[in-house]
């Protein structure tokens, strides 16, 4: 069965460093999604993204976070400058057309720890 | 926005049937309702979807009244296994999702 990806599964940063984390979502979907869960709490939505732009973000989704499909295959999510509250899991999504009744396939999450 | 509302947590033995009923009392026109099971340090996994009436699968069923504002998830013959948090996620625009706060169902043996 098909499945997202997602590299690193932990990564331990420095507050205001750069981090990249990457997704590779189930190869015929197009749409791809980003959500955070800091520890203990709900799964928040970031952000949509269909045909190399944003579809949707949510009010967390600010100008520290940007998201990419850099080639055919990857899909990015950026944090310019990371804050000790971006520690949390950061999962990717992928579906196969929109719509909020178009089932999502989630990835394995990776774990940001700001110190 | 559309909300939703879950209890906590819940308890429950092994053989018995459970349900969980999520709250939405802000649910638009083209809302789906969808559940997602999630295991610790794992991403949440689909589980059922429907937008309004009965819905059943090989895992669960799905009720939803007529007015929307509530459904209900119901696992019939839980496991061990079953053990994790259960999410009520209502859509809102055509790829904006907002998950529930989530029930933590405990299945004792």
């Known amino acids: 069965e098909p499945e997202v990806t997602q590299t690193p599964s932990h990564q331990v940063t420095q507050m205001g460093q750069e981090v990249i984390l990457r997704c590779v979502p189930i190869?015929?979907?197009?749409?791809f999604y980003w959500y955070r869960q800091i520890l203990g709490q709900k799964v928040e939505f970031l952000v949509s993204f269909y045909n190399n732009e944003i579809s949707e973000k949510s009010e967390i989704f600010d100008d520290q976070f940007s998201v990419e499909r850099p080639d055919g295959s990857n899909f990015t999510l950026k944090i310019r400058s990371t804050k000790l509250e971006d520690s949390a899991m950061y999962f990717c999504?992928?579906?196969?057309?929109?719509?909020?009744?178009?089932?999502?396939?989630f990835g394995p999450g990776t774990r940001l720890l700001v110190l | 926005l559309a909300k939703t509302t879950q209890p906590i947590s819940m308890d429950s033995y092994e053989g018995q049937e459970v349900n969980i009923t999520c709250s939405h009392n802000?649910?638009?026109?083209?809302?789906?309702i969808t559940w997602y099971q999630q295991f610790p340090s794992q991403g949440p996994r689909f589980i059922i979807q429907g937008y309004k009436t009965k819905v059943t699968n090989e895992v669960a069923s799905l009720f939803i009244p007529a007015d929307r504002k509530s459904s209900t998830l119901s696992l019939p013959r839980v496991s061990l296994s079953d053990t994790a948090v259960y999410y009520c996620?209502?859509?809102?625009?055509?790829?904006?999702?907002?998950f529930g706060s989530g029930t933590k169902l405990n299945v004792k043996p």
């Open positions: 802000n649910i638009a026109t083209n809302d789906y």
């Open positions: 996620l209502v859509g809102e625009g055509a790829n904006k999702f907002y």
């Open positions: 999504a992928s579906s196969e057309t929109s719509g909020v009744q178009e089932t999502q396939y």
């Open positions: 190869s015929n979907h197009l749409y």
